[in-house]
């Protein structure tokens, strides 16, 4: 097996199961990686990530680049697109890997269609273009404050001011 394959065994790992999504969330990963020059996961927020969507690809995505939600340097974009944006915070280099709009929609099984993908050229099945992009801050702690209803402890940034006092989204819900 070549390294590419022992590799998204661990994604897989990770994610749980094999499938087409997963393949080019790890090609997509792999392929920004290499055009950035890095060389190892972000411990920290070495590097930020833009994901697209929130399908599987972002698992990989994740695995890979080591970039989190609970870290705040992987930021979700709701555009429904196969397309992530990789940011290394100390040059402030940037590139967007999507995949190809001329991707063919090949008639085969689930299995054949992730080993396809693993093995298709990048150039076949990835754009990668540099782009300028402002850096996001890095993660900051936000205080909370406790709901009025509920009493749960809220990020104040996530609190609806309401007549019964600071409410949490689901409790400004219901009290409406």
Known sequence: ???????????????????PGLAVG??????????LGIDTR?????LVAIVENDACGVDA?????????????LIFHDFGK?????????????????????????????DQRVRWLLEIPDSDLLECEDVQIEIPSKAHRIPSIRCAICG???METRIVANPKGPLCIPCSRMAD
Do not use: W
Not at 1 to 19: E, I, P
Not at 26 to 35: D, F, L, P, T, V
Not at 82 to 107: F, H, Q, S, W, Y
């Open 82 to 110: 196969m397309a992530c944006t990789l940011i290394r915070r100390n040059n402030g280099k940037a590139v967007r890997i999507r995949i190809r709009n001329d991707l063919p929609e090949l008639e085969m099984s689930r």
């Open 42 to 46: 972000s411990g920290d927020e070495e």
């Open 152 to 154: 749960e402890k809220t």
């Open 26 to 35: 790890y090609r997509m990963a792999s392929a920004a990686i290499h055009a």
């Open 1 to 19: 097996m070549n390294s590419r394959t022992l590799q998204f065994d661990d994604v897989v790992r990770f994610h749980g199961h094999a499938c």
């Open 61 to 73: 995505i994740q695995f890979m680049t080591g970039c989190t939600f609970g870290k705040g340097n």
